[in-house]
């Protein structure tokens, strides 16, 4: 306020003095004038410039915040996959083993084992020596029934084991083709033997031999 009457005070000194032009009081007053109005623009120049740079500041940092998240998350997702590997692998792995063992177990129960062949003659010894100590009267079921029977019940838990295998693997749904081919053919094999095994327990597939009874009369 003291620098704007000082000047006013001049430029009516000045104006008063009748050897100052009006043009060149005029010019001085108009120059007073524009010099505040100039400082005020610097200064609002000033401070939009400021905070033109601290934006501008804070739009690098959170740029650089997001490219930090964005690699962290990168590795987050390449450390999961990596973990991940490991495990799928082991689980095609087991499902591709199971569907072999599956397979060979149903072969296994159609065609007969080494298992269920020796305890077969296992059983045919036994029936032998209950015959020759009197200890069984019927000759063909100790001899022949009994280990028949046997074999039958091995070759179904063959057959059994083979329908719970493959059966666990395609529940597991595998990706690979061949695991679930094998499967399945591990599974129909199981359920085939069952059948058999069943059929020759129950001596569907083919009766005991029986001795013809000697007609009556003929002795005498």
């Known amino acids: 306020m003291g620098t704007t009457r000082t000047t006013d005070e001049r430029a009516a000194t000045r104006t008063d003095d009748p050897s100052v032009p009006a043009e060149a009081a005029t010019d001085v007053e108009e120059k007073t004038t524009a010099e505040p109005d100039t400082d005020a623009a610097t200064g609002t120049a000033d401070a939009a410039d400021e905070k033109r740079a601290t934006a501008t500041a804070e739009h690098d940092e959170d ?13 987050d997702d390449e450390d999961a996959l990596d973990d ?16 072999v063992v599956a397979a060979g177990l149903g072969l296994a129960s159609v065609t007969g084992t080494w298992l269920g062949t020796l305890l077969a003659e296992r059983q045919t010894l036994l029936g032998q020596i209950k015959l020759q100590s009197g200890k069984a009267t019927d000759q063909i079921a100790t001899v022949y029934g009994t280990p028949w029977h046997t074999t039958a019940l091995v070759n179904g838990l063959f057959a059994l084991l083979a329908v719970i295998i493959g059966g666990a693997v395609l529940l597991n749904r595998p990706r690979a083709a061949w695991m679930r081919a094998v499967a399945w053919g591990g599974l ?5 033997g069952i059948l058999i095994s ?5 001596d569907l597939l083919a009766s005991l031999p029986s001795i013809p009874k000697a007609p009556a009369g003929a002795g005498s």
Request: net charge negative; charged share 15%.
């Open 198 to 202: 069943a059929g020759m327990y129950f």
């Open 188 to 192: 129909a094999l199981g359920v085939l």
């Open 63 to 75: 740029s650089d915040l997001d490219g930090l998240d964005d690699t962290a998350a990168a590795h």
């Open 84 to 99: 991940e590997a490991p495990v799928q692998a082991t689980a095609g792995v087991g499902f591709g083993a199971g569907a």
